[in-house]
């Protein structure tokens, strides 16, 4: 039911998008060409309306299924679609004081001074969510959904020389409650080692560290440019990239479908 909800929570936007309502989403992907309405008198219930494979397409070029067709025929109007939403959403060369580089789904932000180097690192793939999942009505015009963001696990490294601390952090879910830190991450693990790392390094889970020591931990953090404001962004920067990626990715299964 979880990956029927997301499904369907994609490709209700998509509707949205064709009679220019996007609401809070930033991506269309959805289901909604699967679904259509129950029979009079019946109950409200969405259900699946999957197509019987034909052999052909009606092309007239005795090579492409019909299938094969409606694929591309999909992929076209949800490229177009996705651009629209992406809004000229890019990847930045730089990000307070860090240079990024892309390769593939990795990113990494560096940032060197004379005495020591930061390198924040992060994969997109897997990471996107929508940051709320209301009950979704497919019949509406204007389903409210919620934003759908990219929130990576990320890890961050304090290199001195040889020698390098460190963290492992994650996004934070949910508001934070009465008394507690409003922190849009948290540490996962830390450690620290010399030379390369290894699986023999000992790490510790930051969920086990002492409660002072890890405040002061988070500081640190911060010092290193690493704070709440800083998360937000670098939130921004996975959203667009895995955004920019799946693009590509729709537009490299057209090409492969179409024979081209």
């Given at each position: ?46 259900v699946l309306n999957v197509h019987k ?208």
């Amino acid at each position: 039911m979880n990956s029927l909800k997301t499904a369907t929570l994609r490709l209700a936007n998509l509707a949205s998008t064709k009679t220019g309502a996007l609401g809070k989403r930033d991506f269309t992907r959805s289901l909604w060409h699967m679904t259509k309405k129950p029979a009079v008198g019946g109950d409200h219930v969405t259900v699946l309306n999957v197509h019987k494979p034909s052999i052909n397409c009606t092309c007239g070029c005795n090579v492409h299924t019909k299938g094969e067709r409606e694929l591309v025929e999909f992929l076209t109007e949800e490229i177009i679609a996705e651009r629209k939403v992406q809004k000229g959403k890019t990847v930045p060369s730089t990000l307070e004081g860090f240079c990024v580089k892309v390769t593939g789904a990795d990113v990494e932000l560096t940032k060197q001074t004379e005495k020591e180097k930061v390198v924040i690192s992060f994969n997109v793939n897997h990471t996107v969510d929508s940051e709320q999942e209301p009950e979704v009505n497919p019949n509406a015009d204007k389903p409210e959904l919620g934003e759908m963001r990219s929130k990576p696990q990320f890890e961050v490294d304090i290199i001195k020389g040889t020698s390098t601390l460190s963290f492992t952090c994650s996004y934070l879910e949910g508001e934070a409650q009465e008394g507690e830190y409003n922190d849009v991450f948290s540490i996962d693990e830390m450690s620290i080692y010399e030379g390369e790392w290894n699986d023999k390094v000992y790490a510790v889970a930051g969920d086990v560290l002492d409660g002072y020591l890890y405040d002061l931990l988070m500081n640190i953090l911060e010092e290193k440019g690493i704070s709440n404001e800083f998360a937000e962004k670098l939130s921004d920067l996975a959203t667009a990239h895995e955004h920019t990626s799946y693009i590509a990715l729709l537009e490299k299964l057209s090409k492969f479908t179409a024979g081209k």
